[in-house]
């Protein structure tokens, strides 16, 4: 079946978000992501606090009620004290910001005027203290494809979360060695017109990233979320492509999925 996505009121855009080699964002740990056994091992539980504004975030206080243990493991080769948050953080890692703001004006983004680390709440454990550090780089950016402009809005420099290993009923086992690793994350506007040019879109991105030096290399660097919606159908985000010509199959399957349950009068969530 021909699918003609201007019809469906088709809207699309990408997350890219790409690691960086050398040093860990916020200490001096080597972004190695070690698989050698873990030498280090500490629990936590999350304990839901107020912010700024005095207010407690409801989605931390619920998960908090559930009592779950987060058990951490790392090798001591590229995990410290930050990592397990029994030490404040360095000073942002320069090497890392400078990298950043290369993409950024290779992206046509104006950089701003003054950068800012921002804490964002994190209560899935994937941050053993409970928040994820984030700088907005850049804004207003774009790229010219072979079928129109792709506005880049946002470029933002992050660290890494733990990687998940295991889950249980009442705990959550990560992985240290991939938390706090420099993380370079764009974001498009949704102007991607179809499945095709989707792929087109995180090509000519990932071609910029690779003409950068410091840019890790190897499955698992770089990850693509898609978010996709048509009209009467449901907003929904793909994440973590790592090959690039899974993009269109994936995103025609999902409009196609979205479509039949249109027509059935399903829900869609």
């Known amino acids: 079946m ?19 080699e050398g040093k860990k964002l916020f200490c001096n740990c080597p972004t190695l992501n070690s698989d050698k056994a873990p030498d280090i091992k500490v629990e936590r539980r999350l304990r839901a606090v107020a912010g700024e504004t005095g207010d407690i975030d409801i989605a931390a206080e ?36 400078e990298t950043t703001l290369k993409v950024a004006l290779l992206l046509n983004a104006k950089i701003v005027d003054e950068i800012q680390v921002m804490r964002k709440t994190v209560i899935d454990g994937s941050n053993v203290s409970g928040f994820q550090r984030t700088a907005l780089i850049a804004m207003g950016g774009f790229i010219d494809t072979s079928i129109c402009r792709v506005r880049i809005p946002t470029i933002c420099l992050e660290e890494e979360a733990a990687q998940k290993i295991e889950e249980g009923k009442d705990f959550v086992r990560y992985r240290l060695d991939r938390l706090g690793i420099p993380l370079i994350e764009i974001a498009t506007n949704s102007d991607i017109k179809n ?17 950068v030096e410091s840019v890790k290399r190897g499955l698992g660097t770089i990850r693509q979320d898609v978010n996709i919606s048509i009209e009467k159908g449901a907003r929904t985000e793909i994440k973590g492509f790592q090959d690039l010509k899974s993009i269109p199959k994936v995103i025609e399957y999902e409009v196609k999925r979205q479509l039949d349950a249109i027509k059935q009068g399903k829900k869609l969530e």
């Open 195 to 211: 499945p095709e040019h989707a792929k087109e879109v995180a090509s000519y991105i990932g071609m910029i990233l690779r003409s």
């Open 2 to 20: 021909e699918i003609n996505y201007q019809e469906l009121g088709f809207k699309c855009g990408l997350e890219v978000h790409q690691q960086l």
């Open 62 to 97: 619920f998960e908090m009620l559930k009592n779950k243990r987060f058990i951490y493991e790392g090798d001591s080769k590229d995990v410290c004290i930050i990592e397990i948050d029994e030490s404040p953080p360095n000073h942002i890692n320069t090497q890392a910001l």
